[in-house]
């Protein structure tokens, strides 16, 4: 008896959270007609990212991202020009040994590459994997980045005010006067008593 009751309670309970459900969405996703969209931050796949003005390569061939690259994916040739400069004439990316680390967005100043949030790329071939610049640079079209903020040129230091009285740049504290020499420095020399002799024998002369 006591058995019985119990799954009649089961029962209610299993029917009660069937009916909570009634009526929402289905959560099932019709794969592979559909996908549930990736979060933005996702290592999905590299991809090479290009300016948004110009549609050209952030990339400068600094090789920052071959170096940081603990699998060697990364392979690229950029030669020197005349004037000195990197021109970039390849960049592949060896898929079927990347990690998928993310090292190398780390490591690029640039934001030139970046761990794009897509995935399903298996193929019947190897090579299939090894992805050009070109492709790299196709698959990144379409990825939303924060292009790196240009630098401001440092602002000039203003130079110091000048003090008042001491013209031109020179900012040292001005120093007090000195004392006017005396008008009889014979008498200063002499002594009080010596000018009070003076004076007696002024006054006996006017007298
Ligand atoms: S992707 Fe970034 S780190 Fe790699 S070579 Fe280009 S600029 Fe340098
Ligand atoms: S994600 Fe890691 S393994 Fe793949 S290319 Fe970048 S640094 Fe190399």
């Known amino acids: 008896m006591l058995s019985i009751v119990k799954g009649i309670v089961e029962l209610v309970r299993g029917m009660t959270i069937t009916g909570k459900h009634l009526g929402k969405h289905a959560v099932t996703l019709q794969y592979p007609e559909e996908k549930w969209p990736m979060p933005e931050r996702s290592r999905g796949i590299v991809v090479l990212l290009s300016d948004k003005e110009t549609g050209e390569l952030n990339c400068t061939a600094c090789m920052l991202c071959m170096r940081a690259c603990p699998t060697a994916a990364i392979s690229i040739d950029a030669p020197r020009g005349e004037d000195k400069k990197r021109r970039l004439v390849k960049f592949e990316v060896d898929n079927t040994i990347c990690c998928f680390c993310g ?9 030139a590459i970046k761990m794009a949030p897509k995935y399903e790329f298996s193929t019947e071939n190897k090579e ?44 040292r504290p001005v120093e007090p006067p000195k004392p006017s020499a005396p008008v009889n420095p014979g008498a ?5 008593e010596a000018s009070e002799e003076k004076t007696d024998d002024t006054k006996e002369g006017e007298a």
């Open 103 to 111: 090292l190398c967005e780390e490591a690029c100043n640039f934001a």
């Open 128 to 171: 299939d994997l090894v992805w050009d610049m070109h492709k790299l640079q196709e698959m990144g079209r379409d990825v939303p980045y924060e292009p790196r903020p240009k630098k401001k040129p440092a602002p000039k230091p203003t130079p110091p005010k000048p003090e008042a009285g001491n013209s031109g740049s020179d900012t």
């Open 188 to 192: 200063a020399e002499a002594g009080p």
